[in-house]
C-alpha cells in the first residue's frame, strides 16, 4: 500500500514537471521562470499568460516574445529586460522599473503603465531610456516619465497619456513627460494628450489626428508633416515649435486659443 502510494506521488511529480506554465497555476518564482525562459526558442514564444509576477526581479531577462497577456506584474524589476516581440495585451504594469527595457514590436494593447521607474536619476539620460519601437499601444494608459524613449512607429491611438486624477500615484508627477522622446510616424490619433510635456519631441510625419492636446507643451517640438486634422490644440503651448508641412491645421480645434502660435515655425 505504502509503496503504491509513493509511485503514485512520484508519477504526480513527473506530470507536474511536464505541464504547461498555465497548468501550475498563477505564480512563478524567479528561478523558475528564467529557467524557462534559458530553455525557450524565440520561435515558440512561451505562454505565460495572467500570471502573478508582482514586485519579482526580472532584470536582465529576455523574454523572447513570450506571452504575458493580462498578467500582473505592478512593481516588478523590467530593468535592462529585452520584452520585445512580447505580447503584453492587458497586462498591468503600473509601478514597474523599466530602465533600458526593450519593448520594440510588442504587443501592449490596453495595458495600464503608470508610474513606472524609467530612470535612475532626475537627468533622464538617454542610455536608460526605455524602448518602445513600433509597439502596439492602442487604448493603453500611460503616466510618468518617457522623456527620450523612443516611440517611432509605435501605435498609441486611442491612448490615455492625460492625468487620470485617481490612479493614486500622482503626488510628484503631474503630467506625462515625453521631452526629446521620439515619436516620428508614431500614430497617434485619438490619444488623450492633455497637459503632456512634449517639448523637443520628434513628431515628423505622426498621425495627430482627433488627438487631445489641450495644455500640451510642444515647445521646440518637431511636427514636419505630421497630421493635425481635428487635433484639439487649444491652450497647447507652440512656442518654437516646427509645423512645416503640416497637414489639417485648418481643420485643428482651438489654435486661435494655443499659446505662442505666433512663435510657431510654419
Not at 514597474?96 to 495595458?111: M, Q, S
Amino acid at each position: 500500500m505504502h509503496e503504491r502510494k509513493r509511485r503514485l506521488t512520484a508519477l504526480a511529480l513527473v506530470a507536474a514537471a511536464v505541464l504547461p506554465v498555465d497548468a501550475l497555476g498563477a505564480d512563478l518564482s524567479v528561478r523558475e521562470l528564467t529557467t524557462r525562459l534559458y530553455h525557450a526558442e524565440r520561435s515558440q514564444p512561451l505562454q505565460l499568460r495572467s500570471l502573478d509576477l508582482r514586485e519579482l526581479d526580472l532584470s536582465g531577462l529576455d523574454f523572447k516574445a513570450a506571452t504575458l497577456a493580462a498578467s500582473n506584474l505592478f512593481g516588478a524589476d523590467l530593468t535592462r529586460a529585452d520584452l520585445s516581440m512580447a505580447d503584453l495585451q492587458g497586462a498591468r504594469l503600473d509601478r514597474v522599473i523599466i530602465i533600458g527595457a526593450r519593448f520594440d514590436g510588442a504587443n501592449l494593447a490596453g495595458t495600464s503603465f503608470l508610474r513606472p521607474s524609467s530612470f535612475s536619476t532626475l537627468a533622464a539620460p538617454a542610455s536608460e531610456a526605455p524602448s518602445f519601437v513600433g509597439a502596439n499601444l492602442r487604448r493603453a494608459l500611460l503616466f510618468g516619465r518617457f522623456s527620450r524613449s523612443n516611440f517611432s512607429g509605435a501605435d498609441l491611438s486611442g491612448a490615455m497619456l492625460a492625468p487620470l486624477n485617481r490612479t493614486g500615484f500622482i503626488e510628484h508627477i503631474w503630467r506625462t513627460e515625453l521631452t526629446g522622446a521620439d515619436l516620428s510616424k508614431a500614430v497617434l490619433s485619438g490619444a488623450d494628450l492633455s497637459y503632456t510635456l512634449l517639448a523637443f519631441a520628434n513628431l515628423r510625419g505622426a498621425n495627430l489626428r482627433g488627438a487631445v492636446l489641450r495644455k500640451a507643451d510642444l515647445s521646440r517640438a518637431d511636427l514636419t508633416g505630421a497630421d493635425l486634422t481635428g487635433a484639439d490644440l487649444a491652450e497647447a503651448d507652440l512656442d518654437g515649435a516646427i509645423l512645416t508641412g503640416a497637414r489639417g491645421l485648418n481643420t485643428a480645434l482651438g489654435l486661435d486659443r494655443a499659446r505662442n502660435i505666433d512663435k510657431a515655425i510654419r
